[in-house]
């Protein structure tokens, strides 16, 4: 069984020493390719909400790594139902199956199917504190950002429309496809994601960015099916939201309710019949039948 030092992952882009030297320790061991595979895995899923948030899970797994048994079923020991992972079953995809950049690429679909409207910025010098300060005002709101990596989402890009963009065959397919938002992946660069089309909390995302004082900018959104630049994104977030234009549509028919609604309906077919009827009798003015 391999030391449990193996399995402890920090939040950082890097690994405990075990893990810096894999390469060496692969000669030794049986089960290191695929642990470390697993390993990159399990520390991707770690780092975002919804994945693995206990000990008792993070030990399970590293014991179904160590007996070199299950470790297709390891990507989905999390705590969350809507965990941001696929099927590790019966994929061709171009990276490992178990690399970060198939998770990546997964996630990134996760999110943008999940969330209906997608915003994007570019942070500038964000230090630890205000990362942290961001996040959690964002999440108030209603918000969550993620910060991402141009390549990798460049990829997704590509194949959005697709049931599986990580597949090998699907990204030679459409390896040329320039799609929209592909011009905004320049710099670093995060998206925020909102579940709801609601423009309020779009207002309010728009003002926790202006407190950023430009260490996070907007340069352009996805709402719903549509790609918006920030002028339309301005003007979105002055709209009301779906449940106000249910309510106004309510009062605009109880207004128009009764006689005046009916004549209100009846009025274009009426019209209609006059002017025809009108037109025959100038056509044959010794005939005095109507329509």
């Known amino acids: ?150 390549s990798i989402y460049s990829v997704y890009l590509r194949s959005e429309h697709e049931e599986d963009p990580a597949d090998r065959e699907t990204s030679k397919k459409n390896k040329d496809v320039v799609h929209p938002l592909t011009p905004l992946l320049n710099g670093p660069t995060g998206i925020i994601t909102i579940s709801q089309c609601d423009p309020s909390v779009v207002s309010q995302t728009l003002k926790i960015l202006k407190s950023a004082q430009e260490k996070l900018i907007l340069i352009g959104a996805k709402i719903e099916s549509k790609v918006f630049d920030i002028d339309q994104v301005n003007q979105f977030k002055d709209l009301p939201n779906k449940d106000q234009l249910q309510g106004q549509l309510a009062g605009l028919l109880t207004i128009l309710g009764g006689a005046g609604l009916v004549r209100t309906l009846e009025s274009p077919g009426t019209a209609l019949y006059l002017t025809l009827d009108q037109r025959k009798q100038d056509m044959d003015p010794e005939s005095n039948d109507s329509l």
């Open 1 to 150: 069984m391999l030391p449990f030092n193996l399995f402890v992952f920090s939040t950082s882009r890097t690994f405990s020493p075990a893990c810096a030297h894999q390469s060496k320790i692969s000669r030794f061991h049986p089960f290191t390719s695929p642990t470390v595979h697993a390993m990159f895995a399990l520390r991707s899923l770690n780092r975002f909400s919804g994945a693995i948030r206990s000990s008792s899970v993070l030990l399970h797994a590293a014991k179904s790594i160590s007996s070199g048994s299950s470790l297709q079923n390891l990507r989905f020991n999390t705590t969350s139902t809507n965990s941001p992972v696929f099927s590790v079953e019966n994929r061709d995809t171009g990276k490992h199956i178990w690399a970060r950049k198939t998770f990546l690429v997964d996630y990134y679909k996760y999110l943008n199917d999940n969330n209906e409207i997608v915003l994007y910025v570019h942070h500038n010098n964000l230090v630890r504190a205000d990362n942290k300060r961001f996040r959690s005002e964002l999440k108030k709101a209603g918000a969550q950002l993620t910060i991402i990596r141009n």
